[in-house]
């Protein structure tokens, strides 16, 4: 049994605008180290809320979240940047890169930030990571002048850049034809059967969903299938 | 380099021509400031310049003005007392023990040079030719290290007075006017009705026409003579202190000590000098006003780059920078903008005061200048680049905080 790296414990989530309306009811997860999760559910389940929540980029909610031991429910804004900025890598549904800049620096980036590395470093640590997703010959490119196939691969590159604990998928392969989804899927696979990284997606791809570890269906802002 | 810092460099060189029109409104407000500041204290350096070619840091002499009181008041200070048709008493200008005065003052660190004085109204006849004016009685070297007389000397020397008894330095207005050359001879005419035969030894010129159209100069002793007057009679007491702008408290200073009226050459120009203070508020208020201008270009600029960069902020955000690494991406790029606006401001302005340096004015007869006045003050290149950061600063502050509150969430579920 692998550790658990995330829990939370009885989640709810409430919308305020236009009226109040409970979007996530008490949730309880746990995610294991290396699992490849995804998250299905039909518009409106809530899936996305309880992803950006698990990503804690909304902390406005009732119940506790802990990555990786870490009490993450009543920190201070500047605290969580750090901690994402360490901790999560995140790959959007519309690849998110920064346009002006080239792909090897949209990777490098979250790393400066961190400044955990000198940037001679850095600069090497993200040519690896591009390569490991076979577009190392496109680094120098600015990002705009990429495919969005070649683009969701550097934010996968960027996702990893910093050795994330976790990262999570907001439709990953939403934008993506089928070769690119595959390509993508694949990566995905790979990092967490090689490299023993914890992934979540979210998904509206049924395909993609079977292939992962584990599904969780959500349906009203509730979990279907506990496991 | 630090990762916000070149986050907002990226952002500057992705949209060039945007990021130049913002700097020229900066640019332009600082170039006008330097430009118009450099053109104003020119012409109040000037003004104060030529208030000291006419008068000394501090002039001593007798006031008369006083009311003078009557014999019946003197007696009864508390009485309701009448007295029609009060005449002034017939008092001498003389400031008595001048030359006393003269050297005890010379004796204070503070003060360079003491000029005694003695003036009197005149009339220059030459030929058929006769012109009102005064004639200054001076020791001409005491004069000469108050107002460096020797460097205004157009004809004779400084030197010809001391010799010649009868001799006399005439303005650069009063001999054109006269066509006296040097050697010539004048009639002086007092108002007492005495006339006096004087040589021209030398001609001045001070640049200010008001003077150079009617002063002469002469030896103490003649004027003396002139006016009938015993070898101690002098009027005025013309001191040179070590710092002028200070000449206001050391006249207090004085005045007290000796009794005598000390006026500091502020005072005695008060109605040339006030034109400064106004040239200074138009100065700053124009400027002020095209910086203001200029800030709200960059807070419109900045306002639109945010926006379009929602997206960008979005993901900066999501990948952990927090709140105040958004804002100081945006605060640096204004900051940018501002200081390198200013800096061209800076240069800009300097190549127009130049320009203006170059721009022929005819001062008329009054002033002796070819070109407008203009400082060259690095203090107000100083001032210009703190204004031009400063307000860009202001401008940026507003829009870069709010790029650092944007919720990413907003954006990325907005797709």
Redesign the interface.
Known sequence: MKKTLLKTEGISKYFHDPQTFQVLKSIDLEVRQGEFLSLVGKSGSGK?TLM?LL?T??MDFEGKLKINGTELTGKS??FL??????H???V???H??????TAL?NVM??A???RKYP?SEIQKRALEKLDILGIADQAHKVSSKLSGGQQQRVAIA?ALINDPLLIMG?EPTGNLDSVNSKIVFDTFRRLTQELGQTIIAVTHDDDFAAKTDRVIEMKDGRILQPT | MNVNFKIAKTHLLAKPKQTLVAMLGVTFGIGMFITMVSLMTGLNNFTEDLTKIASADIRMYKDITEPRPTLLEKINPNAVTWVHNVKPKNESEKIRNARQIADILRKDPEILGVAPRLTSQVFYNFGPVKLNGSVAGVDILEEDKLFDLNSKMIVGSLSALMTTSNGLIIGSGLAEKLSAKLGDLLILTTPQGITYSMKVVGVFQLGLGEIDNVRSYANIATVQKLLGKDAGYITDLNIKTTNYREARLKAEKIQATFGYKAEDWETANSTLLAGAIIRDIMTYSVSITLLVVAGFGIYNILNMTIYSKMKDIAILKATGFAAKDVTGIFMIQSLIIGLVGSLMGLVVGYILSLLLAQVPFDGGDLLSIDALPISFDPQFYLIGIVFGVATTAVAGWMPSRKAGKIDPIEIIRGI
């Not at chain 1, 940047?81 to 360490?86: K, Y």
């Not at chain 1, 998110?96 to 800049?101: G, V």
């Open positions: 996305s950006y990503s980029m909304d804004p500047d940047a750090q901690f994402r900025n360490e999560i890598g995140f959007f549904q519309f998110f890169l920064l346009p002006e800049f620096e980036i979250p400066l930030k961190l940037a960027r907001d």
